[in-house]
Structures are given as C-alpha cells and as structure tokens.
Nanobody, 128 residues
C-alpha cells in the first residue's frame, strides 16, 4: 500500500511560480507511473502531468493540453518524491492538486481510473 502526501500549495499571485511535492511511502515510486491531477470546484478531475518508466531505464513524460509549456513533472527516486513545477500561474489554475500512483498498462495515462493510489490533495489559489 503506497501512501502519498502532497505539499507546497498555497496562495500566490498571477504570474508567480510554485513547486508542489508528493512524498511517497510504502513503496518505491520508481516502480509506479506517477501523475498530477487537479480539481476545481464543480469541475471534473483534470490531468496535468505524468511520468512513467520506459524499458531502457529512462522515463517518458506526458502533459495536459491546458498546462503544456507551463508545468514540468520530475522525480527524485532517492527522496521517493515527485514534483510539479508550475510557472506563469493564472487564476484559472486555482484548484486542489492531487498526486497519484499506478501500475497501469496501455496508454491511459490521463485517466484517473488508471491510478491506484491518491494523496489527500493540496490547495493552490491564484489571485489576480
């Protein structure tokens, strides 16, 4: 059973940057695909970014269309932590941000049911 704990959220101004962290315990993130989603009030959970290992030992990253170019996902296997760097934040980025881990097969990296473990979320609020 993997436990995920997000941190780094808060209140920022439009144009600011923020780095979210997701520390895992109970399992190595190197054996999971890791992802970030967000959910704003009255909206569906939205895919932000994902990273999964490839057969050659490297990793491949995916990004949601709405945030591509403004966010970057990275992994520190020593710290067992995955990060989400977000730049040029906008008020519409206000949401609860969730970290997720899964061992799915196939290409549904953007789909929440592909992930087995979720953190409790961290609130990000962007003021204009």
């Amino acid at each position: 059973q993997v436990q995920l704990v997000e941190s780094g959220g808060g209140l920022v101004q439009a144009g600011d940057s923020l780095r979210l962290s997701c520390e895992a315990s109970g399992g190595s993130i190197s054996t999971y695909a890791m992802a970030w989603f967000r959910q704003a009030p009255n909206k569906d959970r939205e895919f932000m970014a994902a990273v999964r290992r490839t057969g050659g030992g490297g990793g491949i990253t995916y990004y949601g269309d709405s945030v591509k170019g403004r966010v970057a996902i990275s992994v520190d296997n020593v710290k067992n932590t995955v990060y989400l760097q977000m730049d040029s934040l906008k008020p519409e980025d206000t949401a609860v941000y969730y970290c997720a881990a899964g061992r799915y097969s196939g290409s549904l990296y953007y789909s929440p049911p592909s992930y087995d473990y979720w953190g409790q979320g961290t609130q990000v609020t962007v003021s204009s």
